[in-house]
């Protein structure tokens, strides 16, 4: 079953614990992304990787790392979480897209809270 | 990518079509049009997308005004399940693969 999924579902932690937030897909996607969803301000991109060893900035990367060593792996890296990253996160792969264009899959959701 | 608006909640009885439009009047010649919904914070997941024609899959339909300024997506026969948050989006086909989600409609599907 094509798939992408996201550990852990629910997560809390404490200022300045690092932590991963691991995304896996297994539909040999080149593109993935992380997206935050946060009342009232809807889902926004905070990175995206076109391929193995590419990545780059969304709309909201700031105090978020990301690493793409693996095609099927893309882990969302928070060094030193703040409240303010309390959110859900969506990890999303797809198709690179071309003149046919390709629709998203995304991963169930990773509930963080930071206290 | 063009700015689309919709409605922010509507409802609709069961078994019957559910009918969700979205305007989107400085679409440009490149530019899709996707719907994805989200089911109580669950991931949102793909429904249809089209450019010109109207397009029909298993999940929904969806019609586009010829002058492309706006599209509704038709859900024939409606059940408590497809209760979620619907999300008009468009987007060039060279524009990479970000999707910019707005508001969304909020479909609430009733006995």
């Known amino acids: 079953e094509a798939q992408v999924t996201q550990n852990p579902r629910y997560l809390i932690t404490v200022t300045g614990k690092k932590l991963t937030v691991t995304c896996s897909q297994n539909m040999n996607h080149e593109y993935m992304s992380w997206y935050r969803q946060d009342p009232g301000l809807g889902l926004r991109q905070i990175y995206y990787?076109?391929?193995?060893?590419?990545?780059d900035k969304g709309d909201v990367p700031e105090g978020y790392k990301v690493s793409r060593k693996e095609k099927r792996n893309f882990p969302l890296i928070l060094e030193s979480p703040s409240p303010n990253q309390t959110s859900l996160y969506f990890c999303a792969s797809s198709l690179w897209a071309g003149p046919g264009d390709t629709e998203a899959f995304f991963g169930q959701g990773t509930r963080l809270t930071v206290v | 990518d063009a700015k689309t608006t919709q409605p922010p909640s509507m409802d609709c009885a069961e078994g019957r079509a559910a009918n969700l439009p979205c305007n989107h009047s400085?679409?440009?010649?490149?530019?899709?049009v996707y719907w994805y919904r989200q089911i109580h914070s669950q991931g949102p997941q793909y429904i249809i997308h089209?450019?010109?024609n109207n397009e029909t899959n298993e999940m929904a339909s969806l019609i586009i005004t010829e002058d492309r300024k706006s599209s509704t997506l038709i859900l024939p026969h409606a059940t408590l399940r497809d209760t979620a948050v619907y999300y008009c989006?468009?987007?060039?086909?060279?524009?990479?693969?970000?999707?910019?989600f707005g508001g969304g409609t909020r479909l609430m599907v009733k006995p």
């Open positions: 989006i468009v987007r060039a086909s060279n524009a990479g693969n970000m999707l910019t």
């Open positions: 990787s076109m391929n193995v060893e590419v990545t």
């Open positions: 400085t679409i440009s010649g490149n530019e899709y």
């Open positions: 089209g450019l010109k």
